[in-house]
């Protein structure tokens, strides 16, 4: 069983960094796309970043120039890199991997999430 766990969350001061890592562990062929996504209470999941297996990226406006997505495809991690933070980018930050087990078997996966509090 593929399971997908963050780490890097915590609290950080407005204008600070973070810099999460989600890892995906388990029996893999390959994994594709893979994503950071966002909930605040009370509010819908929302996607931050996806990158694909070569690399190509799309960001969400709400963190153009203050976030990077990236992976290591060697150890099926990818991570977020957040400067420039603010109070609203608090939230629960989850990470998604389309995951193939076998050639023809592909499922979507997420971690358990990681809390971002951003707060003087």
């Known amino acids: 069983q593929v399971q997908l766990v963050e780490s890097g969350g915590g609290l950080v001061q407005p204008g600070g960094s973070l810099r999460l890592s989600c890892t995906a562990s388990g029996i893999i062929f390959n994994i594709g796309v893979m994503g950071w996504h966002r909930q605040a209470p009370g509010k819908q999941r929302d996607m931050v970043a996806v990158i694909d297996s070569d690399g190509n990226t799309h960001n969400a406006d709400a963190v153009k120039g203050r976030c990077t997505i990236s992976r290591d495809n060697a150890k099926n991690t990818v991570y977020l890199q957040m400067n420039g933070l603010k109070p609203e980018d608090t939230a629960v930050y989850y990470c998604?991997?389309?995951?193939?087990?076998?050639?023809?078997?592909?499922?979507?996966?997420w971690g358990q999430g990681t809390q971002v509090t951003v707060s003087s």
């Open positions: 998604s991997a389309v995951v193939r087990t076998m050639p023809t078997i592909a499922s979507n996966l």
